[in-house]
């Protein structure tokens, strides 16, 4: 047994800050991406879609939406949590190498998907798998990789020309960093603790012990 995908998994982290003035090289670009694309999907739809953003001034134009978006999030805040979020990060739109867009079109299997026809979200949930095969391979890669949610769709759609009706589901900062830290930044500053795993684990129905 192969250890070496436990410890990409284990060393994955949301990198905000630790992204450095570097490129990102197009063979490993290429690379990820296709580890993002042999992502498995319903009815082999592969509803996803990557926009890869390198001009600056577009990425400033998103840095700055997400930065409105930031302060209305901590304006809803009671003091002691705002607190808290203050010194959170919540981006690396800038400091990063390159943005990737990943999008989700619902109607890319047509009307009849194999596998959706009574959870149509699987196709979503597809498009998810793709960004987690991205972020491992990246991580593998050396690079770092952080998932920007502070926006609203439609001005991300807009931004990146998505046609009406596909999904802006990540921008995901990608690109060279320092060292990736030990310690998620959400535990690092205490905004929520991990959960245990024996919490998460039920034995043949839902609240049973997990032992």
């Known amino acids: 047994m192969s250890r070496d995908l436990y ?10 800050t630790e992204f450095v003035d570097a490129p990102l090289e197009e063979d490993v ?15 082999l739809t ?3 879609d990557f926009v890869v953003v390198r001009d600056r001034a577009v990425r400033a134009r998103f ?10 999030f901590a304006a809803g805040l009671d003091d002691e949590r705002a607190a808290t979020f203050g010194p959170i990060t919540v ?11 990943v999008t989700c079109d619902p109607d890319r299997g047509g009307p009849h998907v194999l596998g959706a026809a009574t959870v149509p979200d699987t196709v979503l949930f597809s498009t998810c798998l793709a960004v987690q095969n991205l972020w491992l391979a990246a991580t593998a890669e050396g690079l770092g990789v952080g ?4 926006y609203r769709e439609p001005f991300l759609r807009e931004l990146v020309g998505a046609p009406e009706g596909v999904r802006p589901v990540a921008w995901l900062c990608v690109g060279p960093v320092s060292h990736l830290e030990e310690v998620p930044d959400l535990e ?11 919490e998460a684990v039920h034995r043949e129905r839902f609240g049973s012990p997990s032992a």
Not at 63 to 72: L, P
């Open 7 to 16: 410890d990409v998994i284990a060393r994955r982290r949301d990198v905000r």
């Open 91 to 101: 981006q690396g739109i800038l400091g990063a190498a390159a943005g990737i867009v």
């Open 188 to 198: 690092r500053h205490r905004w929520r603790a991990r959960r245990p795993l024996a």
């Open 46 to 48: 592969q509803p996803w």
């Open 29 to 43: 670009l290429w690379r990820v991406l296709d580890a993002a694309h042999r992502a498995p999907s319903v009815g």
């Open 63 to 72: 840095a700055a939406h997400v930065e409105e978006q930031r302060r209305e």
């Open 147 to 150: 998932w920007v949610s502070f």
